[in-house]
């Protein structure tokens, strides 16, 4: 029987599970632990529970202590290093002519590893910018293309709902999203309407698609003939929120009816 501990590097970043050993952790602790690149700083965003070894897929990594002050202070100089990075490289970038984005630099805790994160348009051969990387820092560098999506979520930023990005601030992975979820909710196909900062559908078409889904089932289709107080007539839109239909009349007039007043 061992404790798992979940640690979140990332605002809105993945959750991994890590052995918690003998320590006392509690949700916000912040920990150092031992991660594939080396060590991570991270916070506890699922408190310690009790494991079976045997029901692990495989086994984890331990968390190596509890951040401390000079841990703090450790990050900060981290942030100031990566900043440097990031206009060098983008110094490096002009210099070369190579066409890509960089938007992010991510160094390990221990400084022994540096992420640079990028988009382009397609590939780009970037051996020359690491060679002149390796040349500078001397340590282990990496570069990633990455997709749109993910470089909103990395970056922030506000949406038009006027909130700060779901992707950067809860969001955990990114859901399948379609132009079908858009008609069942009825909205608008104007693609400034449901984009988000990215340019791709909104992540929030998603939270109601199921919801809507189950209540439009309950409605009869478009163009369905159906018998009202005020005579027969054909459906031509529904209005799943509040529960109507707009139906047009054999005398050509259109009235607004609720569901439960179909009466065939």
């Known amino acids: ?44 965003a699922v408190p310690p529970k009790a494991v079976e070894e045997d029901d692990l897929e495989r086994p984890l990594k331990k968390v190596f ?22 206009n060098f490289c983008m110094d490096c970038i002009k210099q070369l002519g190579l066409e890509m984005n960089l938007f992010a630099v991510e160094t390990t805790f221990d400084a022994s590893k540096m992420t640079f994160f990028f988009t382009a348009e ?42 700060i990005l779901c992707c950067s601030t809860f969001l955990e992975k990114f859901e399948p999203v379609s132009i079908r979820m858009a008609k069942e909710q009825g909205l608008s196909l104007n693609p400034t309407k449901i984009s988000g900062q ?44 509040c529960s109507k239909v707009s139906v047009v009349l054999d005398d050509g007039s259109e009235i607004d009816i609720k569901l439960d007043e179909i009466l065939s």
Do not use: S, W
């Open 1 to 44: 029987m061992i404790k798992v501990v979940g640690v979140r590097f990332k605002p809105a970043g993945k959750v991994y599970d890590f052995n918690a050993g003998a320590f006392v952790l509690n949700m916000g602790t912040p920990v150092i632990v031992e991660t594939e690149q080396g060590l991570g700083f991270g916070f506890v």
């Open 65 to 86: 202590r509890m951040a401390c002050e000079k841990d703090f202070e450790q990050r900060e100089k981290n942030v100031e290093f990566e900043k440097q990075a990031h």
């Open 122 to 163: 397609g590939r780009v051969d970037f051996r020359e910018l690491v060679k002149m990387l390796v040349k500078e820092y001397r340590i282990r560098i990496e570069m990633r293309q990455v997709g749109i999506r993910n470089q909103a979520k990395m970056c922030g930023g506000t949406g038009r709902c006027g909130r």
């Open 198 to 241: 990215c340019g791709r559908l909104m992540c929030c078409l998603t939270y109601e698609n199921e919801t809507y889904i189950a209540l439009k089932a309950e409605f009869p289709k478009i163009g369905t003939i159906i018998q009202t107080k005020n005579g027969k007539g054909r459906i031509i839109r529904t209005n799943v929120i």
